[in-house]
């Protein structure tokens, strides 16, 4: 498609989003779903080499998602639609996926490529007296780096996420995931749809060097220091980065104003 169709598709869909912000109707609801079923397609391929359902079924639920963050936008906030659709389609398939009990699967060759790197692992720490890195990793099993880290995450998400888990800070000492949770009911399960979108929108609005950091400690599971490595900063800027994020997340989650993040 060619960037002349895209920016028309893109400048008729803002029209119609400001046309529904102001009379909201059916029929320019349906526009906008058809002109944004990209946007659902490309999540529903993703999930379908993951679980047992339909490609069909995928794209009916991924729909009200998209339907969802059609009624919900804010155009006065100034985010792209995409960047804010996606987390809601994503959010309908996953707790659609969860409520239906299909379990997710990883490749086979993913769950050996995860066997062998276990290994590797093991002797690229006794040959560097390192954590060795994840392009190390993936050189040593001789697949793109990319793909590796796919693996990483599809294997780290195939259990539930607690709410109790830790949540480390050198400085001040460790929290849990769930203090940046405003309701109580959700313990030891995964994020409640509602509040893995809302999430994910904190997530966005930070300034991005925070959120690398914050991504690496928590999700890639690096000590403090060997993410002041990767990104080349020092430790201490990585703490800054760390208290200074989760307090923005935290209070984004619950709806308090928060200062801006800006970049150091």
Known sequence: MSTIVINELKSESLHLLREYQKSPSADIRNQLVQ????????EAHHWINQCTE?????????????IRAIE????????AFSSFAIPYIRGEIQHYLRDKGSPIRIPRRWQALQHQATCVNRELQAKL?????DSEVALALQIPLS??????LACRNRAPLSLDAPMRDE???????????PDPRYKSFQLAQEDQIRL????????????EVLEFVFL???????????????????????????????NSMLGLPSEVDEAE
Request: charged share 30%; proline share 1%; aromatic share 4%.
């Open 129 to 133: 007296h390192r954590q060795p890195t």
């Open 72 to 79: 919900r936008f804010d155009m006065s906030k100034g985010h």
């Open 35 to 42: 002109l944004n079923f990209g946007l659902v397609r490309k």
């Open 220 to 250: 890639h599971d690096l000590t403090q220091k060997e993410t002041a490595e990767r990104l080349g900063i020092s430790a201490v800027t990585v703490s800054r980065r760390v208290k200074k994020g989760l307090k923005l997340l935290k």
């Open 171 to 181: 400085d001040e000492g460790s929290t849990c995931l769930g203090e940046i949770i």
């Open 200 to 211: 994910q929108q904190a997530l966005i609005q930070l300034e991005k060097r925070t959120r």
């Open 147 to 152: 793909e590796w880290q796919e693996i990483r």
């Open 54 to 66: 339909s490609y069909e079924d995928l794209l009916q639920v991924g729909s009200l998602g998209l």
